[in-house]
């Protein structure tokens, strides 16, 4: 459905970043949607509404006319545009509604997780290795850089270890907050390859404004590489999964608390 709307859009978002999403286009077609039907109401009141100042200045002699509204014509006056808004708002709801559902709800089946951790003032992501299992040995964990195959559904868990973040990837139309105590699950698909940024979009102290990463869309060949090149020394293992478990500690001690 959203790709043959989408040959009637104009593409306002698309014109500025490319889709690197399998749901980027949803939230295109909506914000097309949107952008349009608010467009032509804004346009269409302030022109009015200008017309009208204009029309109706103050000139000499005239006294001003004391209008009250209630006169069948001056009703209708109001009542059809609020009946074409509200026509407007179910256009609006309807599409929302689906995109919400695919977007937030709909988890599907993953080929492959990783987990996002958000803290002030960066991002640390840890990548399945190549058993293609998170939480073993061979995760390969990063700072500020997010390394996912093309064409392969993922699973995010997302955390934080203080404040609240958001994990915001532009090109992918995906945003989601980060609630310390909570690990919060969403999915994306990346479908092009590519290097582009990820910005913390929630107000999160002074150096939020620098709280960027970097995502790298690779092939399946390319991000096997870069997985062999950045995996951890077998015997250095257990140490990753000690900071894990540690970690996980101190996450249920936060919840006990809380
Ligand atoms: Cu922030």
Known sequence: MFEFLDRFMPGILESLLPRASEFAIQIDVLFD??????????????????????????????????????????????????FLILACDIVIIIPTFVVWYNVKIDVPQPDEEVRIVAQQWAWTFYHAGEDEILGTDDDVVSINELHVKENTKYTYHLESRDVMHSFSV???????????????TGHFKPILTGEWDIQCAEMCGVAHGIMGARIFIKSEAEHKEWLAANSPIKSGGSLLAATNEDEITELKEDKNNG
């Open 170 to 184: 532009p090109v992918f139309r995906l945003k989601q907050d980060a609630v310390p105590g909570r690990v919060i």
């Open 33 to 82: 949607v949107i952008a349009i039907l608010v467009g032509f109401w804004f346009i269409l009141v302030l022109g009015y509404f200008f017309y009208l100042v204009f029309r109706y200045r103050h000139r000499e002699g005239q006294k001003a006319e004391y209008v009250t509204g209630e006169t069948h014509k001056q009703k209708q006056a109001i009542e059809i545009p609020h």
